[in-house]
């Protein structure tokens, strides 16, 4: 074992929650001086995108064949719509004086730590530079200009964490936070590129310092002492060809060299009372060095049409958390359930299109109320290679009964299992309140030692799950919510877990929801109209 990987373990036994001791965080959340959630850079030229909200004729049910919705002209038009559906807002709440902004794209506690950026080499669509996104004006600020006549005319995007968005309300638990937005966030631009006819090119054998070279995140003096960003992921945006092309990280980075950049970040935050240096700790320990390009050939699996098949545009934008759920609702019909389920196995469509790795990451579903399904625990493993293993693991009073479906799917236990789940997700009745409930339980030692950065992929592997439930649950006509706050070692000790060998590292809930009629809702760029 590595000193990172041990780093990394260590880390992740410190920040679990334990029924008597949750992990360490605030004493007491400064409300006034919560981090802005929106990114500027001052002393940069903006580039105006066309007004959002425009629909597109794609329905959600298409994204199901990608290869056979027709290819969008790369335009600015174009490029502002995905990234209006990736990152953009949705829409607005308000109660009383208070209002904040809902985006695309979920997190953790509404705290946005991701930020997007553009890196284009092609001067007809844009001159050529680095560029932020910034979705509450949605415009574009050139970060950087470089010459690019001996480069291909591409576009690229890359993801980045402000750590400091989530410490401030979640503390030492935060970095998991951000490594689930980042999941999230890649899955919806896949989906959103997906609507244009676009696909995303997940370049995942980039190293975190060529990424924070390229988007200027390494330009400390640009930056608000602990409001850095970290460098996650880094993608090409490929508007024909749906060919892995691979990247010459030496080119791109010797072309850069000279770039001329411009612009310096506003503070988020007029102080940081709190500090939390392990998640600098273990953010240097899960850097992740330059690897071997690896990219994967998914199954097509043919899904049943969503019984919501709405334009995608408008269910993606429709997208919610739901804050409470009905526990009294009807059963979720099993066509609905089903075709959750397998739109969560790896399939030649987005957002796995976008995803270069064996699954890692198999879900202990809590039923509650669906069509047809006896209640109790159930396990959908994502890989059936994985099975022995997890057979081997699990508690031996579980009775591996063999569910009838269009995938290997294991009753584990029959029974009432509403309090386990309600509790075991810190007594948040939204989890027992649900249609179901899931936990996401990954390979973990295995791969910590095998690469300490692998870390984080296993939560991006998470969040990139949570998204397709969210927008599942939208296309069943139901809601979804994830959950980052669970009781670690509850959760395998109901499995009957004896080591870190497997780790449940996110949770997740779907039900009917019930709306709160006491908060009002505005469009979401209303106040561009102004």
């Keep these: 074992m590595t ?5 990394i373990f260590h880390y992740h036994q410190r920040t679990k929650h334990n029924i008597n001791a949750y992990a360490k965080g605030p004493e007491t959340l400064d409300w006034d001086d919560q981090p802005d959630p929106f990114r500027r850079f001052t002393g940069c030229n903006t580039v105006d995108l066309p007004a959002p909200g425009a629909d597109l004729h794609c329905l959600f049910g298409d994204l199901d064949q990608p290869e056979n919705i027709a290819s969008q002209p790369l335009t600015l038009k174009n490029l502002g719509l995905m990234l209006e559906l990736s990152f953009g807002l949705s829409a607005w709440k308000g109660y009383g004086p208070d209002r904040w902004a809902l985006r695309c794209n979920p997190s953790s506690g509404n705290l946005h730590p991701t930020e ?3 890196l284009c080499t092609d001067p007809e669509l844009l001159p050529s530079g ?3 996104y910034v979705s509450h004006d949605h415009h574009l600020e050139q970060r950087s200009t470089f010459d690019s006549a001996d480069l291909k005319p591409e576009l690229f995007l890359g993801l980045s964490s402000i750590h400091w968005r989530e410490a401030w309300k979640y503390g030492e638990r935060a970095f998991r936070y951000c490594q689930h937005d980042i999941g999230h966030a890649l899955a919806a631009l896949s989906y959103a590129a997906a609507c244009l006819g676009w696909t995303i090119e997940l370049l995942s054998e980039v190293a975190d310092y060529d990424i924070a070279q390229w988007l200027g995140l390494d330009r400390n003096d640009d930056f608000v002492e602990h409001e850095h960003e970290a460098p996650d992921l880094f993608c090409r945006i490929s508007i024909n060809s749906h060919d892995s092309q691979g990247l010459d990280a030496d080119i791109l980075s010797k072309n850069l060299q000279a770039a001329q950049w411009f612009g310096k970040a506003e503070r988020l935050s007029g ?3 709190y500090r939390w240096p392990i998640i600098d700790e273990v953010s240097v320990n899960a850097q992740k060095p330059l690897t071997t390009a690896v990219r994967m050939q998914q199954p097509t699996i043919k899904l049943p049409s969503p019984s919501q ?22 059963p979720l019909p099993l066509a609905d359930f089903q075709r959750i389920l397998l739109a969560l196995l790896p399939n030649a469509k987005p957002p796995f299109t976008a995803w270069n790795w064996p699954a890692q990451v198999h879900l202990c579903l809590f ?21 022995p293993e997890l057979k081997q693991a699990f508690s031996a009073d579980f009775n591996w009964q063999t569910i009838e479906a269009p995938f290997e799917f294991y009753q584990l236990t029959p029974g009432n299992v509403k309090q386990a789940a309600k509790t075991l997700s810190c007594h948040q009745p939204i989890a027992g309140d649900s249609a179901f409930s899931l936990g996401m339980l990954a390979c973990f030692s295995d791969n ?10 296993l939560f991006w592997e998470c969040g990139l799950i949570g998204q397709i439930l969210y927008l599942e649950a939208e296309a069943a006509g139901i809601r979804g919510t994830g959950i980052g706050c669970f009781f670690d070692d509850a959760v395998h000790g109901v499995l009957g877990l004896q080591d870190n060998s497997w780790q449940s590292l996110y949770h997740f809930t779907v039900g009917a929801p019930l709306d709160d009629g006491r908060l009002q809702t505005s469009p979401a760029y209303e106040h561009l109209q102004r």
């Design 130 to 132: 680095v560029y932020h």
């Design 271 to 273: 102080r940081h009372f």
């Design 367 to 387: 039923v509650h109320r669906v069509e047809g399904m006896e209640p109790g625990l159930y396990l959908l493993p994502r890989d059936s290679h994985a099975l």
């Design 116 to 118: 997007a950026y553009l």
């Design 309 to 330: 098949n709405i334009s995608a545009s408008q269910l993606i934008r429709q997208r919610r958390s739901a804050q409470n759920f009905n526990g009294k609702a009807l």
């Design 3 to 7: 000193s990172q990987s041990d780093a």
């Design 448 to 457: 910590i030692e095998a690469e300490a950065w692998r870390y984080r992929r």
